[in-house]
């Protein structure tokens, strides 16, 4: 059953109204029909069972079934905090990334980041970016849209640690602390937490330098391997996280 996410003001008592591309969607690509049903969520705190009823090119209204319990979300919040890759590599981390379970997205600019920044660009960027997890977030029903951050510098990333109650910091030269090593501790104790933070940092497809690896240590992060291979800057994000997550219990382990 195909889910949208729509603002809370048009998430009424007893109906959804249904706006824009997600109309469009509901009345061209899936051909809806009046009394075919949908999930709609707020992607904050509604979420409910509904039928269409109106179907234009441009709105859609849908009447309200019943409520659904928002049961989808890990109760660990790991954010995913990654160095620009080259090319669309970061949609690909967001969307699997989201897939999975992340919570929110931080890129970052490291010293061996090899993007070019260009701050003019950056609202088409992050619109594009917000568009891919709003889809993922529908494709594999997500009840809330992880949360994207502008991107940081280095500094501003290392000052933002003070906000996660652990921050995971992914090396490929950490030969003794694995990921494991450093999740299995706070496992037990997050089961009694409320909405526990992790972040999961992943550098360019260049790595780390080890001044910044130090500099990463010295702010609050954990140093952690990934195993013996050398994983893709786009790929070790998405390890991480699915690793966290199953430590958590959230993918059966635990």
Known sequence: ?????????????????????????????????????????????????????????????ATIIEP??????????ITIAQSLPKGDKMETVMQKCTEIGATGFVPFLSERTVVQYDAKKEGKRLERWRKIVKEAAE?????????ISAPLTWKELLASFAGYDLICYCYEKEQGRQLRDVIQPFAGQWASTDKPRVLVVVGPEGGFTEAESLEA????????????????????????????LYETGEMGGV
Request: hydrophobic share 40%; proline share 3%; glycine share 8%.
């Open 139 to 147: 494709q594999s029903h997500r009840n809330r849209i992880p949360e």
């Open 68 to 77: 659904l319990e928002m049961t989808s979300e890990p109760y660990v919040q």
């Open 217 to 244: 240590e010295q702010a609050g992060a954990q140093s952690t391997g990934l195993g013996r291979r050398i994983l893709r800057a786009e790929t070790a994000g998405m390890v991480a996280l699915a690793c966290i």
């Open 1 to 61: 059953m195909q889910r949208y996410f729509i603002p809370a003001e048009q998430f009424l008592e007893d109906h959804v109204i249904v706006t824009g591309e997600d109309a469009r969607h509901i009345a061209k690509v899936m051909r809806g029909r009046s009394g075919d049903k949908i999930i709609v969520s707020d992607g904050v705190s509604r979420e409910a069972l509904a039928a269409l009823d109106t179907i234009e090119q441009d709105h859609v209204k």
